[in-house]
């Protein structure tokens, strides 16, 4: 069984339809990576999974569990953890306490204060300080951080290396590489497809709200990839949906 | 110096929001009844560039030049009296007024046309748009298709030389945004010049036969649009460098 399914999954933003028609799977311990150019409907997918925005049409299913209409905090719960763009931390609030937060959720695993400040270490010497006063690659670290305070079965990450330094885009990926390591099932959302195709297993190409094309991370070239940013579908583009995560 | 031979032309153009540089000695040029597209990432500075162009901001520093005029210091409305309309991302219809009064406004106040010509050039706009049907329905009362179909007729009433498209295409199906290609190529046929921002490339290239390519404030590339989609530059902008 898949860990997570989605089935015709469609999201809207009043009148637009952001996501349409989504049909997707994730496998246990599996890392699928989301591209497709500005507007392409990733991070509203993203949301729509983790309860962030509602689902218009369609289903979204943790483990078997139809969890469409369950609400995000729910959703944190059953495992489903989200690290959201511009990684929106409790500012006025320390480190701890942001990540506290997250473990009030109730579920217990190798994620403690610990083990984060372990995969975070740039964190230790910060983790009094207000996430306000946090430089940005801190921020990062922490929002992933307190997704992983949950203890997640699936953890969505959106575009985690967005308005970083180059440099604090080195340690958080370093840090991904090694919490990726301990089997959590991943989606990301990156711009960098570089990024991508080095810390995921698949890649899922969207395109107008919809899927368009997927790959194994290194069966597929950036130049296929690059035809479905634009829409084009030459014979060399990417090959169509491919059945379902191992 | 601007080429004496181009309807709309910008030149060294910089514009800084606080600290940060949006777009950095941008040269921009269109010929007349010439169609270009202007695609780049998220945050390229393809929607400050058209804001310039449109009088909406004022550059930090450059000149911008329409029919070779100085137009630099005209805001937004001088400008489209001139003829140079635009629509916006996201369409806001005048609410409480039918689609018919909202071409009405923007005829008599954009245009500058009397009643019976803002009048006449109203119900040409509706037709060409396919909106006529819909002229008394109250503008707030449409779906997405047919609000970006009153965005264009908005600005066409206004009768531009230069019509500036901010991601028009956005949200619609492949039917839908097929219909809007269609009524911009007619809009092309009557010797309207075309500037459009568009993510969605392949609508957009069948129309512009020229790609501006935007990146972190500057234009990267420039030409063809089979050429630019293939620069490799271009292809960095959007999926990162290789390594």
């Given at each position: 069984?898949?860990?997570?399914?989605?089935?015709?999954?469609?999201?809207?933003?009043?009148?637009?339809?952001a996501?349409r028609?989504?049909?997707l799977?994730?496998?246990e311990?599996e890392?699928?990576?989301?591209?497709?150019?500005?507007?392409?409907?990733?991070?509203?997918l993203?949301?729509?999974?983790?309860?962030a925005?509602?689902?218009?049409a369609?289903?979204?299913?943790?483990?078997?569990t139809?969890?469409?209409?369950?609400p995000?905090?729910?959703?944190a719960?059953?495992?489903?953890?989200?690290?959201?763009?511009?990684?929106?931390?409790?500012a006025s609030?320390?480190?701890e306490e942001?990540l506290?937060?997250?473990?009030?959720?109730?579920r217990?695993?190798?994620?403690d204060?610990?083990?984060?400040?372990?995969?975070f270490?740039?964190?230790k010497?910060?983790f009094?300080?207000?996430?306000?006063?946090l430089?940005g690659g801190?921020?990062?670290?922490?929002?992933?951080?307190r997704?992983?305070m949950?203890?997640?079965?699936?953890?969505?990450l959106?575009?985690?290396?967005l308005?970083l330094?180059p440099?604090a885009?080195?340690r958080?990926?370093?840090?991904?590489?090694?919490?990726?390591r301990?089997?959590?099932a991943?989606?990301?959302?990156?711009?960098?497809?570089?990024r991508?195709?080095?810390?995921?297993?698949?890649?899922?190409?969207m395109l107008?709200?919809?899927?368009?094309?997927?790959?194994?991370t290194g069966?597929?070239?950036?130049?296929?990839?690059?035809?479905t940013y634009?829409?084009?579908r030459?014979?060399?583009?990417?090959?169509?949906r491919?059945?379902?995560a191992? | 110096?601007?080429?004496?031979?181009?309807?709309?032309?910008?030149?060294?153009?910089?514009m800084?929001?606080?600290?940060?540089?949006v777009?950095e000695?941008?040269?921009?040029?269109?010929?007349?009844?010439?169609?270009v597209?202007i695609?780049?990432?998220?945050?390229?500075?393809?929607?400050?560039?058209?804001?310039?162009?449109?009088g909406?901001?004022?550059?930090?520093?450059?000149?911008?030049?329409?029919?070779?005029?100085?137009i630099?210091?005209l805001?937004?409305?001088?400008?489209?009296?001139?003829?140079?309309?635009?629509?916006?991302?996201?369409?806001?219809?005048f609410?409480?007024?039918t689609?018919?009064e909202n071409?009405?406004?923007?005829a008599s106040h954009?245009?500058g046309?009397?009643?019976?010509?803002a009048?006449a050039?109203?119900?040409?706009?509706?037709?060409?748009?396919?909106?006529?049907?819909?002229?008394n329905?109250r503008a707030?009362?449409?779906?997405?298709?047919d609000?970006?179909?009153?965005?264009?007729?908005?600005?066409?009433v206004t009768?531009?030389q230069?019509l500036?498209?901010?991601?028009?295409?956005?949200?619609?199906?492949?039917g839908?945004?097929g219909?809007?290609?269609?009524?911009?190529?007619?809009?092309?046929?009557?010797?309207?010049?075309?500037?459009?921002?568009?993510h969605?490339?392949?609508?957009?290239?069948?129309?512009a036969?020229?790609?501006v390519c935007?990146?972190?404030?500057r234009?990267?590339?420039?030409?063809?649009?089979?050429?630019?989609?293939?620069?490799?530059?271009v292809v960095d902008?959007?999926l990162?460098?290789?390594?």
């Amino acid at each position: 069984m898949n860990l997570l399914e989605l089935e015709q999954v469609e999201a809207r933003h009043g009148l637009l339809v952001a996501v349409r028609g989504i049909d997707l799977r994730l496998g246990e311990g599996e890392r699928l990576a989301i591209v497709g150019a500005n507007g392409a409907g990733k991070t509203t997918l993203l949301r729509t999974i983790a309860g962030a925005h509602r689902a218009a049409a369609g289903r979204v299913v943790l483990d078997g569990t139809d969890i469409t209409v369950v609400p995000a905090h729910r959703r944190a719960a059953l495992g489903v953890a989200l690290v959201p763009e511009g990684r929106r931390l409790f500012a006025s609030m320390t480190i701890e306490e942001n990540l506290r937060v997250a473990q009030s959720c109730g579920r217990t695993g190798p994620w403690d204060i610990d083990a984060v400040l372990e995969a975070f270490p740039q964190l230790k010497p910060r983790f009094k300080a207000r996430a306000g006063s946090l430089s940005g690659g801190e921020q990062q670290a922490t929002a992933i951080a307190r997704a992983l305070m949950a203890n997640p079965r699936v953890l969505l990450l959106d575009e985690v290396s967005l308005g970083l330094s180059p440099l604090a885009v080195e340690r958080v990926y370093a840090s991904l590489q090694s919490l990726l390591r301990t089997g959590t099932a991943v989606v990301l959302v990156e711009q960098d497809l570089q990024r991508a195709m080095d810390t995921t297993d698949r890649i899922v190409c969207m395109l107008e709200g919809r899927i368009v094309g997927e790959g194994r991370t290194g069966q597929i070239t950036r130049e296929q990839i690059m035809q479905t940013y634009f829409g084009h579908r030459p014979a060399d583009a990417l090959p169509e949906r491919v059945g379902t995560a191992p | 110096m601007a080429d004496p031979g181009a309807l709309l032309a910008a030149r060294s153009i910089n514009m800084r929001f606080g600290a940060l540089a949006v777009l950095e000695a941008v040269d921009f040029e269109l010929a007349a009844n010439a169609a270009v597209g202007i695609v780049g990432p998220n945050g390229a500075g393809k929607t400050t560039l058209l804001n310039v162009l449109a009088g909406a901001l004022r550059p930090a520093a450059g000149r911008v030049h329409f029919r070779g005029t100085d137009i630099t210091s005209l805001d937004a409305a001088e400008r489209c009296r001139l003829g140079l309309a635009r629509s916006h991302q996201v369409p806001r219809p005048f609410g409480g007024m039918t689609v018919f009064e909202n071409l009405l406004v923007a005829a008599s106040h954009g245009g500058g046309f009397g009643r019976a010509e803002a009048g006449a050039r109203s119900v040409d706009a509706l037709r060409l748009c396919g909106m006529l049907r819909l002229a008394n329905r109250r503008a707030e009362t449409l779906g997405l298709l047919d609000r970006k179909r009153l965005e264009l007729a908005r600005a066409l009433v206004t009768d531009p030389q230069v019509l500036l498209l901010d991601e028009i295409g956005a949200g619609l199906t492949d039917g839908e945004a097929g219909e809007l290609v269609a009524t911009i190529r007619v809009l092309r046929e009557r010797g309207i010049a075309i500037v459009w921002i568009e993510h969605i490339v392949h609508i957009l290239i069948q129309v512009a036969e020229r790609l501006v390519c935007m990146d972190a404030g500057r234009i990267i590339a420039d030409g063809k649009p089979q050429a630019v989609l293939a620069n490799a530059a271009v292809v960095d902008a959007y999926l990162g460098g290789r390594k």
